[in-house]
């Protein structure tokens, strides 16, 4: 049993009260629906200043929605704002700067190739036309002293590490202005030893009186800097609770509590193993280019005839693993193999040959070519199947893909019509079709029901579990734990690049597989 | 299926119409830019229409321009369909002329049978390898394939030259440096007794090519996966690193077609001005007809045209040829004024 | 090697290098604000026309100067025109530029085939004692006296003043300068109506003070040199001096060599330019490295 964090107060700085004074900033019943999708049903939100306020909650809660409806970016379908009191509209980004609120996202709006100075220079309102250094560089300076930016102002933005710009990122919100600052999941990007740079920065701020809005799913970095935690859930501000009165137990209690049922897993489904694995990783690593996630040390083998699940918040690593797998990542330790033969160096081309069909989250981007007909998209990556001579053989094309379509229950769209003009779930289920029709072997779905109806993420989680009991290998990534517990025979958690839990059926419950996927200790199977 | 043969026929009709307009106005602006320049140009469209069409000869003359058109916009469109861009016609069109006069200088005394795809095979390769370095260095990506082609544009006329004046230059001709004159066994034969030449052969042939690979070959719908979708072409196993070098060779090597028949059939030597800019206007050409291979045909006739248009105007009235390029760009610009993507089979 | 040869060669080249120089500069502007002009050679093309026209018609080379200075930034913004209000492919408009530079010059210029003209009077060096050769040889035009001060005012523009910041904003992340409050077309306007405006000296320079006659096409293919200059200087005026000097320097070099008995051919002199840009930016692709204003022609630089 993992030690609770006690009710001590932040180490990072003053355990005073926070200085007094009228909120910064205060939210009324705000409402947002994205068509028939309720975002956000907020009663009421505020955030004070010297303070650091945690919008804590899942994938999904709501923390960003909630967030751009105060920084402009969205307009709420109903509420109110208050800055300092007094009632605003916030209707652009700019409007909310000039009030003072000012946002950093995941992706900086620094331009690399300039200096630190002229991106904090852009920013302001007043500069002159002749550009002097005078008043902007000291402050720049004294701020950097403060926040530790090793960086010079003259450096282009660029040269400097991801922590390095946030801290310019930040430091240019508050040199233009603003008093209130929402940081959107800040140690996102950041190493692990990168964030102790960020919270040293955040606490020099809340030491000055300014409001963050700390938005996170991360318990940790709750439990260790924010005065208040606001926990959200499936749009809603569950509580709005002070950071001495909570621990980690009480926060995943509020987060996950009764959201969830585990659903019943279909009764006397057999489970085959045979013969060797499909896939075995053992101890792989990759390289991570900018942007990306590296895997480390991942080991996972995937029988015939079973469902494994990877269960994780997105960016942690799904991706990757399923070009690993692909063949569109080579690894740079460790060993992979299909179906026993090492695999490792094999071409995309060789692996789809080999029998295994990839799903995407995104088919119009990865699958798909837009400007292509349906039939020519059912063509591809199919390998000398359909070759004849230097032709396609479009009849045994027709004819094999039409059956696939109809196995699957699919209405078979026109082969004729550009892919372009088909919605999301037709174009879903058309490369659902392509990759099923010819009986893979192993099969990687990457978020599959992501962006689908009901009744089309029934059909699709029906599929994968038909594919399992006709002796196919499934990989499922997916953030949707419904999902995961309904059809997988056993789950992992994919947590920054590693596997951080295993579960078998019996723990398929959020209560144990939450934890992993936000980086906190596993509950013991025991208690 | 009838039906959709016909909805085809309809939109090319449509699309055909919508450009005749578009040459209409162009036709119009250079009109009005000639008449403020105290020239006739009515007279000059009457009289080159006269030429073209109501003259055996002048229309021959027609086709004859049209062939290295045809090359080099096919060299321009290849390549496009897989979202690569050659603006490096005109120097692989040298290149391509370089290696074919090699190869004449070096077999002199053979015979034609032998002599004349020995040539041809040269002109491919020579273009084709002087556009591979820009696929290569694509493919590796190091360098985009726009800007390399484009500086090999300017490098490859200078190779020519050097050879010209230096040691192929031709010592019965003081005057000015050109190669030897090629044997007559070298030099591709016109039809009957007019000026076309064989190489009217070669560019239907590319063309025919070009739309029989895009069109029904597993290759060119790969190549337009490509061109559609890189990253899902990438994802799906489609080797794009090979497509890139194989298809810009094959581009280079068909402008290098156009540069061989050029000092074959045309010149009959290796020559410092090879090219008045084929190289850009096939790729002009191949922008405007969507790259088509029909609509390619079109647009080469339709510039061969405007290229009569430019001597009648250099004959009677004294006008340099040069000016027939602001034509050129009265197109290109109500073209690109009305839809930003440009083309018009979009 | 005498200096009479050493100094000849540096006047060839600074002569030759100016209207580089100027063309660069101007294209180098137009670039950093994300905006690649092919057509470049068309608007030298038109400079050097309506310049020798103007100069003919008046008597006067500085009105013909600044008559070619106006046509260039005019026939630019027409080009400006269909890249930013338009949106159209910046390759494509470019070489429509470049296409209608060709014709028209020629049609403004033919009347003029065979004029003289006196010419951008030259002034020797301040300074210099009266020595023959001396004095002869480091006589320049107003152009040239004023080519590396006007670098160094471009550097200025860009780099310490507001429009300049703003200016590399848009041509680096266009997004980010709008977030910030700035109007991105409206700078590329600005930016392409000096680039013409220099691109339009520079042509004059060729025809009104080089060769102080015209000829069809008498630019020889500076433009694209111009192009491949500005990549060479990584986008930073101060280094274009360099390297239109150095670029500028080729020709003059080789017919130096040749007096002096070196047998070097004139076309692999002048093949050294742009084998030396290809080669710089082979270096930066195996390196990843990018100096180009992110955002520049988007179609135009990017490897993916």
Redesign the interface.
Known sequence: MPASQSKGASPFGASMPHSGGPALLEAYGIVKRFGSLLANDIGFFDVRPGEVIALLGENGAGKSTLAKILYGYYAADAGEIRVQGARREISSPRDARALGIGMVFQNFTLIPALSVFENIALFQNDLPAVMRRGDLLDRIRAYSERFQIAADPWQPVRQLAVGEQQKVEILKQILAGARVLILDEPTKVLAPQECDGLFRTIAELRAEGFGIVLITHKLREVLDSADRVAVMRQGRIVDIVDRARVSQESLLELMFEGALTAPSRPAGVPVQHSGADALTLAGVSTVAGAGEVALRDLSINIRPGEVVGIAGVSGNGQRELGELI???RQPRTGTKRLWGEDASRW??????ERGVA?I?DDPL????????TVR?NL???T?RR??AG???DWNRLDGDMARSFARLGFPRPGF?TRAATLSGGNLQRVVLARELALNPKLIVALYPTRGLDARSTMTVRALLAGARNDGAAVLLMSEDLDELFAISDRLLVLYRGTIAGEFGPADFHPEAVGPPMVGAGRKSDAA | MPR?AALCLESALGAALRFALIALIAFGAFAA?LMA?GMDPLKAYLDTILYVFGNGYGFSELLVRMIPLLLTAVAAALPSRMGL?N?GGEGQLYMGAWLATAGALALADQPAFILLPVLTLLGFIGGGLWALIAGA??A?????E???T???N??AP??V??FI??PWRDPQSSSYPQSPAFADAARLPNFLHTRINAGLIYGLVCLILYWLLMT????G??M??I?????????????VFRYILVVMFAAGGVAGLAGMVEVSAVQGRLVSELSPGYG?VG??VA?LAGTSASGIVVMAFLFAFISSVGDILQITQ?????????????I??IV??RR???SLAR | MNTALIVGVVASSILSGTSLLYATLGELVGERAGIVN?GLEGILLIGAATGFAVSVLTGNPYIGLIAAAVAGAAVNL?FA??VVE????Q???G??????G??????IG?PFIGALIGGLPRMPLPGLAVNGTGARLLSYDILVYLAAPTAGLIWWLLFRTRWGLVLRAVGENPASAYAAGYRPASLQYQALALAGFMGGIAGAHISIALTRTWA??MTG?RG?IA??LV?FARWNPLLAIAGALLFGGAEALQLQLQAAGADV?P??M??VP??L??LV??VW??NRQSVAPAALGR??????
């Open positions: 692909l063949g569109l071409s995309t081309a060789t692996v789809r990839a995407p981007a990865l699958a798909c070519v837009p400007a292509l020519e063509a591809l990556g390998g359909y070759r230097f032709a396609v004729e | 959709s830019l320049a861009i603006v260095l694509r590796l990506r190091l360098v985009n726009t800007i390399s484009l500086l090999l300017y490098i200078m190779i030259s050097f004046f230096g029904r070959t597993r290759w719908l790969e337009r996966a061109g559609g979708n890189p990253e899902a072409a990438r994802q799906l196993g489609l080797p850009f790729f002009l922008w004294g006008l340099p040829f040069a000016v027939i390029n602001v034509l050129m760009a009265a290109l610009f690109l004024g930003p993507a440009g | 092919l027409i025109y269909l338009r949106r159209a492919n390759l494509a408009a070489l429509c530029l470049m296409f209608f060709l014709g028209l010059s020629a049609l033919r069809e096409g293919g694209f192009i491949a990549i051919s076309f692999l002048n093949m742009y084998l840009t290809l930016l082979i692709g195996w179609t135009f630089f990017g490897v993916e």
